[in-house]
């Protein structure tokens, strides 16, 4: 009788500790909230435009390259060998140029990216742990696809925290 009375409180603490513990999580999908949010809206639209920047010097520099190497295999035949060899190593350089310039960009759009996005995402954690702190929540997984969620039925935060960033 005496196992009979101490399983059955075992088996009340773990089904009240299981209950316990699901109400203290919840879910976000935390790529949905930072699309919607309008800094980054902001933040994209900023980004397009440094990255047409890039690209067009990136194409006025191919451009250019194609221009003169036309140019030079035309007149090869009637330059001089010496003539020929600077103009090759004039290509060479430029070919080099291009390629540095266009390393250079990507990184620095990358950069620019992360600049931009930090504060958004900062902005996003902060209103997160707000409204979750308020509705009493522990944990509170990204239920964003591919974030490991498999399953997100419980409680999503998204309305609220949409709704404390006022959107």
Do not use: C
């Not at 509705?135 to 404390?164: H, I, M, Q, R």
């Amino acid at each position: 009788m005496k196992q009979i009375k101490t399983l059955i409180i075992a088996l009340v603490l773990f089904v009240g500790a299981q209950v316990s513990a699901q109400s203290k999580l919840a879910h976000i999908n935390v790529q949905d909230l930072m699309e919607n949010m309008p800094e980054m809206k902001a933040a994209k639209a900023q980004l397009e435009k440094i990255q047409e920047q890039y690209d067009k010097e990136y194409k006025t520099m191919v451009q250019e390259y194609q221009t003169k190497l036309q140019k030079y295999e035309q007149e090869a035949p009637t330059a001089g060998e010496a003539l020929n060899e600077t103009r090759s190593k004039e290509m060479q350089d430029m070919g080099a140029r291009i390629q540095q310039y266009q390393q250079t960009a990507g990184k620095d759009l990358q950069q620019k990216e992360l600049d931009l996005y930090k504060p958004i995402l900062e902005k996003a954690q902060a209103a997160i742990q707000k409204v979750a702190k308020s509705k009493g929540f522990e944990y509170v997984l990204d239920s964003t696809t591919g974030s490991g969620v498999l399953v997100a039925n419980g409680t999503d935060l998204l309305p609220e925290v949409k709704k404390e960033l006022g959107f």
